[in-house]
């Protein structure tokens, strides 16, 4: 599948939708420290719905140029780790990161290095013990592609169902991040320099310590059948032209086969 300008309106909409969807959490957010605030009866699981929003966040806000937001949401993921009831002056800080986040949503664009560290450097610190993290099943996905737009958005989808992504367009620096990381999923554009996809996934089914990964394959519906004799068997294909139905199926398929 060749690079060019057809992806480009697709990304400006899905940018667009991040920005206008990051909004309205912030909104509901908003209304969840209020409860909070409250101490009225239910605030278990508004904190629960808060950290599910929080998460969700955090997965799209890198994927679409904001990088500092899915920092701060980090940050105010570990200062609400501890499953209790949290005192006024403690929400107040909560409500310091959002209203953190929403500036930057306002002023559309990743603030620069030297004004993100000033952000960062503004934000509470965590003052209590830290305790166990909370239980998020998250997918460990390596991405590979040369092709940055569709990186992007085979990125976005993926962030969209709960993946935790590494990408990259280099199929010796994916090979690397697969030995290291032995991430659930490896998707990768199967036209590559030096190694093409199909290669890359063989490559993976022999490492011994690698059996519990899947390999999937970036391709169009018009392809994949002409490539089907040269697939082997086990390996997945996401269809470019049906990308979120088939990353939903994908990922349902693994999370379920691991018991999760």
């Given at each position: 599948?060749?690079?060019?300008?057809?992806?480009?309106?697709?990304?400006?909409?899905?940018?667009?939708?991040?920005?206008?969807?990051a909004?309205?959490?912030?909104?509901?957010?908003?209304?969840?420290?209020?409860?909070?605030?409250?101490?009225?009866?239910?605030?278990?699981?508004?904190?629960?719905?808060?950290?599910?929003?929080?998460?969700?966040?955090?997965?799209?806000?890198?994927?679409?140029?904001?990088?500092?937001?899915?920092?701060?949401?980090?940050?105010?993921?570990?200062?609400?780790?501890?499953?209790?009831?949290y005192?006024?002056?403690?929400?107040?800080?909560?409500?310091?990161?959002?209203?953190?986040?929403?500036?930057?949503?306002?002023?559309?664009?990743?603030?620069?290095?030297?004004?993100?560290?000033?952000?960062?450097?503004?934000?509470?610190?965590?003052?209590?013990?830290?305790?166990?993290?909370?239980?998020?099943?998250?997918?460990?996905?390596?991405?590979?592609?040369?092709?940055?737009?569709?990186?992007?958005?085979?990125?976005?989808?993926?962030?969209?169902?709960?993946?935790?992504i590494?990408?990259?367009?280099?199929?010796?620096?994916?090979?690397?991040?697969?030995?290291?990381?032995?991430?659930?999923?490896?998707?990768?554009?199967?036209?590559?320099?030096?190694?093409?996809?199909?290669?890359?996934?063989?490559?993976?089914?022999?490492?011994?310590?690698?059996?519990?990964?899947?390999?999937?394959?970036?391709?169009s519906?018009?392809?994949?059948?002409d490539?089907?004799?040269?697939?082997?068997?086990?390996f997945?294909?996401?269809?470019?032209?049906?990308?979120?139905?088939?990353?939903?199926?994908?990922?349902?398929?693994?999370?379920?086969?691991?018991?999760?």
């Amino acid at each position: 599948m060749p690079e060019n300008a057809d992806i480009d309106p697709i990304l400006d909409r899905l940018r667009e939708s991040f920005i206008e969807t990051a909004s309205e959490r912030l909104d509901t957010l908003d209304s969840y420290i209020a409860t909070l605030l409250q101490g009225s009866q239910g605030t278990t699981d508004v904190m629960t719905d808060f950290r599910g929003q929080t998460h969700s966040l955090k997965g799209t806000g890198g994927t679409f140029g904001f990088p500092l937001i899915s920092v701060i949401c980090h940050r105010l993921e570990e200062y609400i780790d501890d499953d209790r009831q949290y005192l006024a002056d403690e929400l107040e800080k909560v409500q310091d990161f959002v209203d953190q986040i929403r500036k930057i949503i306002e002023l559309g664009i990743n603030p620069d290095e030297a004004e993100s560290e000033e952000i960062l450097a503004t934000l509470p610190i965590r003052a209590i013990a830290p305790s166990a993290p909370i239980d998020v099943r998250e997918l460990k996905v390596v991405l590979v592609s040369p092709m940055s737009a569709l990186r992007q958005l085979t990125g976005f989808f993926l962030s969209e169902n709960g993946c935790q992504i590494e990408s990259t367009d280099s199929p010796t620096d994916a090979f690397r991040l697969i030995i290291e990381g032995k991430p659930d999923l490896v998707i990768s554009s199967i036209q590559m320099q030096a190694i093409n996809g199909i290669d890359l996934g063989r490559a993976i089914s022999a490492v011994s310590f690698l059996q519990n990964t899947k390999m999937c394959l970036l391709t169009s519906s018009a392809d994949i059948g002409d490539l089907s004799d040269g697939i082997p068997e086990g390996f997945a294909c996401v269809r470019t032209d049906q990308m979120e139905d088939d990353i939903l199926d994908l990922v349902s398929e693994i999370t379920a086969g691991s018991g999760s």
